[in-house]
């Protein structure tokens, strides 16, 4: 069981957007002149991180592409890698796992692919609610 149980987090990257000011306002979906895209995702297996240690934890990054230096925003391949761990995944943890699972599952339908087998959802961040902690920064958390 403890192999299809896959700790997961990803980094986005950053939009830019013309807008008529600096405050905060509503922008909308026309004043954008690129979308965003995943960066990098690190996943691995609960057994592995176990019996092997940070061997075990996978990074994989769109730097590291075939189509990066054409395309620095093209994230096809990394996606194609974390839909094939998430197809076979039972239980999924991340941090913040809503957005995680949101922008992924947002960019497979993008590219007009299907969704992932179903899998569970623990959201580590969520289950930190009834404790009083100084930071639920993921960072300072795992110092901690």
Same mark, same amino acid.
């Given at each position: 069981?403890?192999?299809? =149980?896959?700790?997961?987090? +990803?980094?986005?990257? *950053? &939009?830019?957007?013309? &807008?008529?000011?600096?405050?905060?306002?509503? =922008?909308?979906?026309?004043? *954008?002149?690129?979308?965003?895209?995943?960066?990098?995702?690190? $996943?691995?297996? =609960?057994?592995?991180?176990?019996?092997?240690?940070?061997?075990? &934890?996978?990074?994989?990054?769109?730097? %590291?592409?075939?189509?990066?230096?054409?395309?620095? %925003?093209?994230?096809?391949?990394?996606?194609?890698?974390?839909?094939? &761990?998430?197809?076979?995944?039972?239980?999924? +943890?991340?941090?913040?796992?809503?957005?995680?699972?949101?922008?992924?599952?947002?960019?497979?339908?993008?590219?007009?692919?299907?969704?992932?087998?179903? $899998?569970? *959802?623990?959201?580590? $961040?969520?289950?930190?609610?009834?404790?009083?902690?100084?930071?639920?920064? *993921?960072?300072?958390?795992?110092?901690?």
């Amino acid at each position: 069981m403890t192999k299809k =149980i896959i700790a997961l987090d +990803i980094e986005t990257s *950053l &939009v830019t957007a013309q &807008v008529f000011g600096t405050g905060n306002q509503y =922008i909308k979906a026309s004043q *954008l002149k690129d979308q965003t895209r995943i960066l990098t995702v690190a $996943y691995g297996s =609960i057994f592995g991180m176990q019996t092997q240690g940070k061997k075990a &934890v996978k990074c994989v990054s769109n730097r %590291h592409s075939k189509t990066f230096k054409k395309n620095p %925003h093209n994230d096809e391949e990394l996606l194609n890698k974390v839909w094939k &761990v998430l197809d076979k995944a039972e239980v999924v +943890i991340a941090h913040n796992a809503q957005f995680d699972q949101g922008w992924l599952h947002g960019r497979f339908l993008e590219l007009g692919w299907p969704l992932p087998s179903r $899998y569970f *959802l623990f959201c580590t $961040y969520q289950n930190l609610r009834p404790f009083k902690l100084t930071s639920k920064k *993921l960072d300072e958390l795992s110092q901690t």
